[in-house]
């Protein structure tokens, strides 16, 4: 019988004729169409062949985990760090103890945003529709509609008696209607701050419970196929958790906002999406200003439906502008998710 080695020997002859598309027995090339020639099975023929020959040569040496094989080289490849696993949202006295109150009347999203500066990174973090929520079930605030033809979580009379009030303000002639909070109303949520943990794991866990595995290693040809994620969109329920103050927002806000409301197995959207929708529908337009400058700005359709420049300065101290919308500029992108 033939040795071990003459056995390995003529198995590494067939695959290293195979993979160049020949057939070892009768050295005719392969017809065209034949599976040894499609280019993913000719380079693992390839590499079968070079590990038998690693073992004639008594080299035992296999390429690392984090090579990639091309052809019959291995490159190396980065190792991808493992994502940080998020700790259950939680919020002891002792951490409330560091909450800055104000005495004067803030947003709830300000409130929110203080009490999530107290919590680790690594942690999920609370959101403005966590507490809003809980103020709607215990009656605190219900949806209205505003003078503007838009609605928003407003006080009740039991909301004002604990410190909550609608707010008006006037920001570049756009008239915004929102509740505030005055420093009796930020420690009935403080006070309830369970409450409103409660809504916000119950809503990480239904998200967690939504999550595709999507673990797929490099090689494509070996891996599990990719889940396909479901493309963006959403329900009338999930609007109506879009947050409703009338603070307005650059069209990157509106994206991360948005994103925030759907599952981790769908597809995320990105501002630029957005934009281009504004400028569809006539509500921006691409300019250069006289010194060259080029950006998208507000047409006068769009002027009139709630967005406008704002001025800022940067970490050079240059001036940029940067488009805002309003909450009734909001509600024109958030109609055409609903009717989609």
């Given at each position: 019988m033939p040795s071990e080695n003459a056995i390995i020997e003529r198995a590494e002859m067939y695959l290293r004729k195979l993979s160049c598309g020949i057939n070892p027995l009768t050295d005719e090339i392969l017809p065209e169409g034949d599976s040894c020639k499609q280019e993913r099975i000719s380079k693992c023929l390839a590499y079968v062949a070079s590990l038998l020959q690693q073992q004639l040569n008594h080299?035992?040496?296999?390429?690392?985990?984090?090579?990639?094989?091309q052809g019959e080289k291995f490159e190396k490849?980065?190792?991808?760090?493992?994502?940080?696993?998020?700790?259950?949202?939680a919020i002891d006295a002792e951490t409330l103890k560091g909450y800055r109150f104000f005495d004067y009347p803030v947003?709830?999203?300000?409130?929110?945003?203080?009490?999530?500066?107290?919590?680790p990174k690594n942690m999920n973090h609370l959101l403005y529709a966590d507490v809003a929520n809980f103020l709607v079930q215990e009656g605190i605030l219900e949806r209205q509609s505003t003078e503007n033809g838009t609605e928003a979580n407003l006080p009740t009379a039991k909301g004002e008696s604990y410190g909550f009030e609608k707010g008006e303000?006037?920001?570049r002639g756009h008239h915004n209607i929102y509740t505030q909070c005055w420093q009796q109303a930020q420690q009935f949520i403080l006070d309830n701050i369970q409450k409103c943990v409660a809504i916000a794991n119950e809503r990480y866990a239904a998200r967690k419970a939504n999550q595709a595995q999507d673990s797929l290693n490099d090689d494509q040809e070996y891996a599990p196929k990719r889940v396909q994620k479901e493309k963006f969109h959403l329900t009338a329920e999930q609007l109506g958790e879009?947050?409703?103050e009338d603070t307005p927002v650059p069209v990157s806000e509106i994206a991360r906002r948005l994103n925030a409301l759907v599952s981790d197995n769908m597809e995320r959207i990105y501002y630029k999406v957005i934009r281009d929708w504004y400028v569809e529908q006539g509500y921006l337009e691409f300019k250069t200003s006289p010194e060259g400058r080029s950006a998208f700005l507000p047409t006068e359709k769009g002027s009139m439906s709630g967005l406008f420049v704002e001025s800022r300065t940067g970490k050079d101290g240059e001036l940029y502008d940067v488009v805002m919308y309003d909450a009734k500029a909001q509600k024109l992108y958030l109609d055409f998710i609903a009717q989609a």
């Amino acid at each position: 019988m033939p040795s071990e080695n003459a056995i390995i020997e003529r198995a590494e002859m067939y695959l290293r004729k195979l993979s160049c598309g020949i057939n070892p027995l009768t050295d005719e090339i392969l017809p065209e169409g034949d599976s040894c020639k499609q280019e993913r099975i000719s380079k693992c023929l390839a590499y079968v062949a070079s590990l038998l020959q690693q073992q004639l040569n008594h080299d035992q040496v296999a390429p690392m985990p984090n090579e990639k094989f091309q052809g019959e080289k291995f490159e190396k490849r980065p190792v991808k760090k493992a994502k940080p696993v998020m700790q259950d949202l939680a919020i002891d006295a002792e951490t409330l103890k560091g909450y800055r109150f104000f005495d004067y009347p803030v947003s709830i999203s300000r409130v929110v945003r203080n009490v999530n500066e107290l919590l680790p990174k690594n942690m999920n973090h609370l959101l403005y529709a966590d507490v809003a929520n809980f103020l709607v079930q215990e009656g605190i605030l219900e949806r209205q509609s505003t003078e503007n033809g838009t609605e928003a979580n407003l006080p009740t009379a039991k909301g004002e008696s604990y410190g909550f009030e609608k707010g008006e303000s006037d920001l570049r002639g756009h008239h915004n209607i929102y509740t505030q909070c005055w420093q009796q109303a930020q420690q009935f949520i403080l006070d309830n701050i369970q409450k409103c943990v409660a809504i916000a794991n119950e809503r990480y866990a239904a998200r967690k419970a939504n999550q595709a595995q999507d673990s797929l290693n490099d090689d494509q040809e070996y891996a599990p196929k990719r889940v396909q994620k479901e493309k963006f969109h959403l329900t009338a329920e999930q609007l109506g958790e879009y947050p409703s103050e009338d603070t307005p927002v650059p069209v990157s806000e509106i994206a991360r906002r948005l994103n925030a409301l759907v599952s981790d197995n769908m597809e995320r959207i990105y501002y630029k999406v957005i934009r281009d929708w504004y400028v569809e529908q006539g509500y921006l337009e691409f300019k250069t200003s006289p010194e060259g400058r080029s950006a998208f700005l507000p047409t006068e359709k769009g002027s009139m439906s709630g967005l406008f420049v704002e001025s800022r300065t940067g970490k050079d101290g240059e001036l940029y502008d940067v488009v805002m919308y309003d909450a009734k500029a909001q509600k024109l992108y958030l109609d055409f998710i609903a009717q989609a």
